[in-house]
């Protein structure tokens, strides 16, 4: 099927834009963006993905105004609208890598916003993510980060909330992940039940850097990392980290772990000191392991679907939801303050954590915070 991309000279495989260069049903193409006030009283998500081999494009939009949650999820049939946008949710590249406007249209949902994403610092390509089971690609996909602001105003339904000047962040990934649009098939007997594993993914900005860490490992094994510090300075050199050191503070002793505070210590030169600010956006508002079905990102909902709920997250691990129960779901994103220190002294600014540890903390490599 041709479309408006293909009147283009960007083609990379012998077909038309409406198709990618694997069939594998996973296949995935998403933005992400995520700003936060700086103080700890609101924060705000906006993601639209799309699933060229699953015929779906999906979205979702997260609020938080106090101590409230607002969410609304969409999703829709592809073909034939290659446009990013999904029911009330629209994405508009105006200045690629430099800015982008996240668009939601009210309607029973319960949520308005027009906001612009303005890039302070290039992008950061990480290492490729690449990994096998029994013969077969488990994943294989890249992803860029970009530190920026974010201007505009959200109504989550008690009038207009001005946005000026927040700090924010985004991504851009593409590829193939596991359980994106079906679940796993089964290739082997079961294998044993994993020990635990981490993944902490820190996007931060200070008065002199911004950049990513990010730590991935199974318990006991080696880590995956991905550390890009750039100074603010023009014409000043970055550094890449190979090695980082991770220590941490939790809320409480419940599981999944909520962290209070932590430090990243990257090659034993920079430590970056983290604390959490405000509440944590609870991420299967926004779709990821979540929407009403529970079957996450990328699945077929029919031509139109959209959801909504506003859930409670004024606990720092529990949520509570619409019908009166209360969960704790592990993936979490927090704003967080931040301090860098390092050799050419220390800086303070802003940052956006993920941190999912599960298992033995001295088998995931982290230390109890001094």
Do not use: K
């Not at 106090?66 to 999904?86: D, F, I, K, M």
């Not at 406007?101 to 610092?121: F, S, Y």
């Not at 303070?348 to 993920?354: I, P, V």
Request: glycine share 12%.
């Amino acid at each position: 099927m041709i479309t408006p991309l293909d009147d283009s000279p960007w083609h990379q495989i012998a077909t038309t834009f409406d198709h990618v260069g694997t069939s594998d049903p996973r296949f995935f193409d998403r933005l992400w963006f995520a700003a936060s006030d700086r103080v700890g009283n609101s924060a705000l998500q906006f993601t639209i993905g799309v699933y060229q081999n699953m015929n779906v494009i999906d979205g979702g939009c997260v609020i938080i105004a106090g101590n409230r949650q607002h969410n609304v999820r969409a999703s829709r049939e592809l073909r034939p609208r290659y446009e990013t946008a999904c029911a009330p949710l629209r994405l508009e590249v105006v200045e690629p890598l430099r800015h982008h406007r996240l668009l939601v249209a009210p309607g029973d949902h319960g949520i308005e916003a027009a906001l612009e994403w303005r890039a302070e610092l290039g992008p950061e390509e990480e290492p490729q993510h690449f990994a096998r089971r029994d013969g077969r690609v488990l994943e294989d996909y890249c992803r860029m980060d970009q530190i920026g602001t974010c201007s505009g105003w959200f109504d989550v339904g008690d009038g207009r909330t001005t946005v000026d000047d927040w700090w924010a962040c985004r991504d851009h990934s593409w590829g193939v992940r596991e359980r994106v649009g079906i679940a796993e098939p089964v290739t082997s007997a079961t294998p044993p039940t994993p020990a635990g594993s981490l993944f902490a993914f820190l996007f931060y900005s200070t008065d002199a850097y911004g950049g990513h860490v990010q730590v991935a490992r199974r318990a006991g094994g080696a880590p995956a990392v991905s550390a890009r510090m750039t100074p603010r300075r023009p014409g000043a050199e970055g550094r890449v980290g190979h090695h980082v050191g991770i220590a941490a503070d939790f809320v409480d002793e419940g599981q999944p772990r909520r962290i209070r505070s932590g430090s990243f210590t990257v090659d034993d030169e920079v430590r970056i000191d983290v604390r959490a600010i405000g509440p944590a956006v609870a991420m299967p508002g926004l779709g990821y392991g979540g929407y009403n079905d529970g079957l996450g990102l990328g699945v077929w909902r029919g031509t139109a679907h959209v959801e909504s709920d506003v859930w409670d997250v004024s606990h720092p691990a529990e949520v509570g939801y619409p019908d009166g129960t209360r969960g704790r779901p592990p993936h979490r994103i927090q704003p967080v303050a931040v301090a860098q220190h390092g050799p050419d002294g220390t800086s303070e600014g802003t940052g956006s954590l993920t941190f999912i540890a599960e298992g033995p903390l001295d088998a995931l490599g982290i230390a109890p915070l001094a």
